[in-house]
């Protein structure tokens, strides 16, 4: 069970230096690491995760149609929450729906998985699937963003939203992972190797921004913060989708171990690319920070427990 959480210990490990450091470095250096990976390194493990993944994996219907509907659910309860809460103020309302269904379902669900199923492609499939659908969610928050700043009705909303959404560089990558995958086309070997380099840097540079936030933010006293406590997103995150999840996998037919993966999934904590939209729209990503670190935290004793729940589900 403790190599259960080699891969969350690892994640506080890189916050922690972010944080330790964050004197001794550059002020321009936290701007620079997150425009690295929001525009660059994510799109590139998105689209390296997804062209690796047989399309007829992509297209797992009980899986996607359970997975998404949990995520569906979870994100508009919390925005409507959110919302009742803050006097209908959009942005807020979106970072904080997204950052109850996005989950860190590559830097952590994938070691997790690996590790409890050894050798199974269905592991790399489940993670590539989640990763996926969690985009969608961020790509309708990007738009939510936008139209915040753009209050439009009918076609010019419309067209608003797909010129967002098709500009977006997370979407980008995807949308590329999904065309290689159904193409079956492979990069040649040298830029195949550098895009996977920087997809995998995707990770790192964004938890130790977080740790640089997240000093800097202790460093410089907040103003009172207004509407939803974080700790209502996190359960959310670490309970309420996992719970939606089960269900309705178990309703739709989804095998037995699948329907643990998907679960584990689903109870990772939120993903530091959450909080990468939260620094450029210039909303909430102190807070945003902050609630990334104690869902971590909190994830080293909610996911062993989760998993050996699960265990005597299934036996």
């Known amino acids: 069970m403790f190599n259960l959480l080699i891969p969350l210990l690892a994640v506080v490990a890189v916050m922690i230096a972010g944080a330790a450091s964050s004197r001794l470095l550059p002020g321009w250096l936290e701007r620079f690491l997150n425009q690295y990976v929001y525009y660059l390194a994510f799109p590139a493990i998105l689209y390296v995760s997804l062209a ?33 809460h803050e006097q209908g103020q959009t942005r807020p309302a979106s970072l904080r729906a997204l950052s109850a269904t996005f989950g860190n379902t590559a830097f952590i669900g994938i070691p997790v998985l690996a590790m409890l199923f050894p050798n199974n492609p269905q592991a790399l499939m489940a993670a590539a699937l989640a990763s996926l659908l969690s985009v969608l969610m961020f790509a309708v928050t990007v738009v939510q963003l936008r139209l915040a700043t753009q209050p439009l009705t009918g076609m010019a909303r419309l ?54 936030a997240l000093a800097r933010s202790m460093r410089e006293p907040e103003q009172t913060q207004t509407g939803v406590p974080f700790w209502h997103v996190n359960l959310a995150k670490l309970a309420l989708q996992p719970l939606l999840v089960w269900l309705l996998f178990s309703w739709l037919g989804v095998s037995a171990q699948l329907t643990v993966m998907g679960v584990l999934l689903s109870a990772m904590p939120t993903a ?26 909190l994830t080293l004793f909610s996911l062993p427990l989760l998993t050996m729940g699960l265990n005597l589900i299934t036996q």
């Open 52 to 84: 690796n993944t047989p399309i007829e994996e992509i297209l797992n219907p009980g899986f996607v149609l359970g997975y998404l509907l949990a995520m569906v659910v979870t994100y508009v309860l919390v925005q409507l929450w959110s919302l009742k």
């Open 159 to 212: 067209s608003l939203a797909l010129r967002v959404v098709s500009r977006n560089p997370v979407v980008i990558g995807c949308a590329l992972g999904v065309l290689a995958s159904a193409m079956q086309f492979s990069l040649p070997s040298i830029p195949d190797t550098l895009v996977t380099w920087i997809g995998k840097s995707s990770s790192p540079c964004a938890l130790f921004a977080i740790g640089i």
């Open 272 to 297: 530091a690319s959450v909080y990468l939209l939260a620094y450029q729209d210039k909303t909430l990503e102190k807070q945003i920070a902050r609630g990334i670190v104690a869902g971590t935290l």
